[in-house]
């Protein structure tokens, strides 16, 4: 019988644009200020694990689309990736501006 490992190690990988609309629909949140590394730290305190890593991912806007927020993203990614053992991710948004129509089977 193998045993369990205690504490366990942990990776956390959060989604920025599905994390900011849960908070956004659960709590009523409109700006991402949440602190990822403070979020992935109590999710494994509560249940006894070791944080070694958190992994973020997020789309941006492009910068002619939506200048605004591109910046907002680009200096808070900036921020988060000089945390320790806080890796960041992200790319260009992207728009498809194409219709697309469903048939229905019989």
Same mark, same amino acid.
């Given at each position: 019988?193998?045993?369990?490992? +205690?504490?366990?190690?942990?990776?956390?990988?959060?989604?920025?644009?599905?994390? +900011?609309?849960?908070?956004?629909?659960?709590?009523?949140?409109?700006?991402?200020? #949440?602190?990822?590394?403070?979020?992935?730290?109590?999710?494994?305190?509560?249940?006894?694990?070791?944080?070694?890593?958190?992994? +973020? #991912?997020?789309?941006?806007?492009?910068?002619?689309?939506?200048?605004?927020?591109?910046?907002?993203?680009?200096?808070?990614?900036?921020?988060?990736?000089?945390?320790?053992?806080?890796?960041?991710?992200?790319?260009?948004?992207?728009?498809?501006?194409?219709?697309?129509?469903?048939?229905?089977?019989?």
């Amino acid at each position: 019988m193998l045993r369990e490992a +205690f504490p366990k190690r942990t990776i956390a990988y959060i989604d920025g644009q599905n994390l +900011f609309h849960a908070v956004r629909e659960t709590f009523g949140y409109t700006y991402p200020n #949440y602190d990822i590394l403070k979020l992935a730290e109590s999710v494994c305190q509560l249940k006894n694990w070791q944080l070694i890593q958190t992994k +973020f #991912y997020t789309g941006i806007p492009d910068p002619k689309d939506d200048p605004a927020w591109n910046h907002f993203w680009v200096a808070k990614l900036g921020k988060m990736g000089h945390q320790k053992n806080v890796d960041v991710f992200s790319r260009l948004l992207r728009y498809r501006n194409k219709i697309i129509t469903s048939t229905r089977w019989n």
